[in-house]
């Protein structure tokens, strides 16, 4: 029988902390991690953090083969709960429904904003982010 994954596998909770220059930084929780929180100080390293807990989860299930220079360091994801965590600036419920064409599709919903949008690509959520935080800047 094959291995059964809940919905909550899906999401991803960014609390955002700061954002100066476009730059934000902050934590983000998800079952699937074994710390409670994993911080992060840029937004590639948000991205890199969450296809790594995607990929050692096998999902949702990337449909095409990563490229790269070294091989992807090892992670050993456990469950938490953490629905109830907030960033200083902004907080945001990020739903991965599929992993094509090499980019993450899905939807996003400002938990403070109390807006969602979906999103077709990692660049189409970054500027989704950027409109929200814009108001939020600290430059």
Same mark, same amino acid.
């Given at each position: 029988?094959?291995?059964?994954?809940?919905?909550?596998?899906?999401?991803?909770?960014?609390?955002?902390?700061?954002?100066?220059?476009?730059?934000?930084?902050?934590?983000?929780?998800?079952?699937?991690?074994?710390?409670?929180?994993?911080?992060?100080?840029?937004?590639?390293?948000?991205?890199?953090?969450?296809?790594?807990?995607?990929? #050692?989860?096998?999902?949702? *299930?990337? !449909?095409? /083969?990563?490229?790269?220079?070294?091989? @992807?360091?090892?992670?050993?994801? =456990?469950?938490?709960?953490?629905?109830?965590?907030?960033?200083?600036?902004?907080?945001?419920?990020?739903?991965?429904?599929?992993?094509?064409?090499?980019?993450?599709?899905?939807?996003?919903?400002?938990? #403070?904003?109390?807006?969602? *949008?979906? !999103?077709? /690509?990692?660049?189409?959520?970054?500027? @989704?982010?950027?409109?929200?935080? =814009?108001?939020?800047?600290?430059?």
């Amino acid at each position: 029988m094959a291995k059964q994954y809940g919905e909550a596998l899906r999401t991803i909770r960014l609390c955002i902390d700061s954002y100066n220059n476009g730059v934000p930084t902050g934590r983000y929780y998800h079952p699937g991690m074994e710390e409670e929180a994993c911080a992060f100080h840029s937004l590639a390293q948000f991205l890199v953090g969450a296809e790594e807990l995607m990929d #050692e989860a096998n999902f949702p *299930q990337s !449909f095409t /083969s990563k490229r790269s220079f070294a091989p @992807l360091p090892e992670t050993k994801p =456990g469950l938490t709960d953490e629905s109830s965590r907030s960033g200083k600036l902004a907080t945001f419920a990020i739903r991965i429904m599929f992993r094509q064409h090499a980019s993450w599709q899905g939807s996003v919903t400002w938990v #403070e904003g109390k807006g969602e *949008q979906t !999103f077709r /690509s990692v660049l189409e959520l970054v500027l @989704l982010l950027d409109s929200a935080l =814009g108001g939020c800047r600290e430059e």
